[in-house]
């Protein structure tokens, strides 16, 4: 199993600013997912980090709105860009393969 | 790509009672898991099930992956087995998992 933390567990941010979300895992991994779950909604990928590579992005999300650092195995950051209030949702960090996946607390954001 | 779908959307239950999710599948699988998310946000990993039945406590999960379907047994449930639960599957080829819509369920004591 794995352990993941994330920070913040929540904000509120104005539209036009821009937040970074972190992700702290126990122990080193290859991949680490980025989902975004907006309300009522089901998960959705938004990227694939590897270490020492560019992430690799879903149809419909690109790098200057989700830009994210891979530095180390454990360790990854997302951040949210030029905010609109539709950015508003959480956030989930998660590792793990075919047979299993973890995930993070979730970041809640929240965008006026 | 593979379709995932969920039933029922939403399962309102008195405690005590048991209840059956199902989970459809468009292609072949060998790796459907299933989770569940408390009302905080935290998604929980139940079960890896890519065949045959599981128990845990008072969750069981069986698959049927010839038919393509998953089926998830709550059993007694309690107010804290409220929350959403979802299927997702693997997808090889694209190297990531594929969510259901999810069962949103409601617990009243």
């Known amino acids: 199993s794995a352990v993941i933390s994330q920070k913040p567990s929540r904000d509120i941010c104005q539209r036009g600013t821009s937040l970074t979300i972190q992700c702290q895992v126990d122990?080193?991994?290859?991949?680490m997912f980025w989902y975004r779950q907006q309300p009522g909604q089901s998960l959705t990928l938004i990227a694939t980090a590897n270490q020492g590579s560019e992430a690799t992005y879903e149809s419909g999300f690109v790098i200057d709105k989700f830009p994210i650092s891979r530095p180390n195995l454990t360790f990854s950051t997302l951040t949210v860009s030029n905010m609109s209030p539709e950015d508003s949702s959480i956030y989930l960090c998660?590792?793990?393969?075919?047979?299993?996946?973890?995930f993070g607390p979730g970041t809640r954001l929240t965008v006026t | 790509g593979i379709q995932v779908e969920q039933s029922p959307p939403d399962l309102i239950l008195q405690e005590g009672a048991n209840s059956t999710l199902r989970c459809n599948f468009s292609?072949?699988?060998?790796?459907l898991q299933w989770f569940h998310q408390n009302p905080w946000g935290q998604l929980i990993n139940l079960f890896y099930?890519?065949?045959g039945t599981k128990q845990n406590g008072r969750l069981s999960a069986t698959t049927v992956a010839t038919e393509r379907y998953s089926l998830l047994y709550i059993s007694s449930s309690q107010t804290t087995d409220s929350g959403v639960y979802f299927c997702?599957?693997?997808?090889?080829?694209?190297?990531?998992?594929?969510f259901g819509a999810g069962t949103r369920l409601a617990v009243h004591p």
């Open positions: 997702a599957v693997f997808s090889g080829g694209y190297n990531k998992l594929i």
């Open positions: 998660s590792v793990g393969g075919p047979t299993e996946q973890y």
């Open positions: 292609d072949s699988v060998n790796n």
């Open positions: 122990s080193q991994v290859t991949m």
């Open positions: 099930i890519p065949s």
